[in-house]
């Protein structure tokens, strides 16, 4: 079955990196997703990464990708106190469609 | 970007009720919605699957007599929560999606609380 878990918090200083794991179980997967969550609100898409990719980087965010782990990871650099809120990774799987598997979520706190 | 709404975003009932949360696609056709149940601190939890003009496919343990899903128009799918009770008290999420694409697009949740 498909299972995906991640850490439960991160405490962060404001302009250092932060680093946000996930592991998930499925070697199937297609697409594997990062969304952040603020307090009281839906999610947003942040970025995503392809299977056969290793590394993607869009401005302050990293995904890195280890398939043979399975283990995926999300760095925010310069980290801001607007990123504080709960990260969550997805993983798509082949013969699904769309649906998705969400992690437990990271809820990161960004201190100044 | 794509948009989806939800309405309303916080809801009372008392326990017997029925409660409606509608879901919108604001800037595009949305040939796929999805229903999540959030419990506090804890993750995402598919509820249904629904198509535009077709049947919802509900996930295993979702009873879909008392999760009543509708998706008449290509920009609006509703979940109808009968008979509610306490514990169906939860952040509901909605997602959409258009067609051609695997991205899903979530509204901003309604937060339901059953007395």
């Known amino acids: 079955g498909e299972d995906v878990e991640q850490s439960l918090f991160l405490s962060v200083r404001e302009g250092d990196s932060s680093v946000i794991n996930c592991t998930y179980t499925?070697?199937?997967?297609?697409?594997l997703y990062w969304y952040k969550q603020e307090p009281g609100a839906g999610l947003q898409l942040l970025t995503y990464?392809?299977?056969?990719?290793d590394i993607k980087q869009d401005q302050r965010l990293t995904v890195l990708l280890n398939k043979k782990d399975k283990h995926l990871s999300l760095r925010i650099a310069d980290t801001q106190t607007g990123d504080s809120a709960i990260y969550f990774c997805?993983?798509?799987?082949?013969?699904?469609?769309?649906?998705?598997?969400f992690g437990t979520g990271t809820r990161l706190q960004v201190t100044l | 970007g794509a948009v989806v709404s939800q309405h309303p975003s916080r809801v009372i009932c008392k326990s017997g009720t029925s409660v409606k949360i509608e879901c919108r696609s604001l800037?595009?056709?949305?040939?796929?919605m999805f229903w999540y149940r959030q419990f506090p601190k804890k993750s995402l939890m598919l509820m249904a699957t629904s198509n535009e003009g077709s049947k919802a496919t509900y996930e295993q343990g979702v009873e879909k007599d008392k999760f009543l899903i509708n998706h008449a128009s290509l920009t609006l799918s509703t979940l109808t929560v009968t008979s509610a009770h306490p514990e169906d008290s939860s952040f509901y999420i909605c997602s959409a999606q258009g067609p051609n694409t695997d991205t899903q697009y979530f509204g901003p949740g309604t937060r339901l609380t059953v007395l």
């Open positions: 800037d595009f056709q949305a040939t796929t």
């Open positions: 499925d070697s199937s997967s297609t697409y």
């Open positions: 997805a993983e798509r799987t082949a013969g699904t469609a769309s649906k998705l598997t």
């Open positions: 990464i392809f299977s056969n990719m």
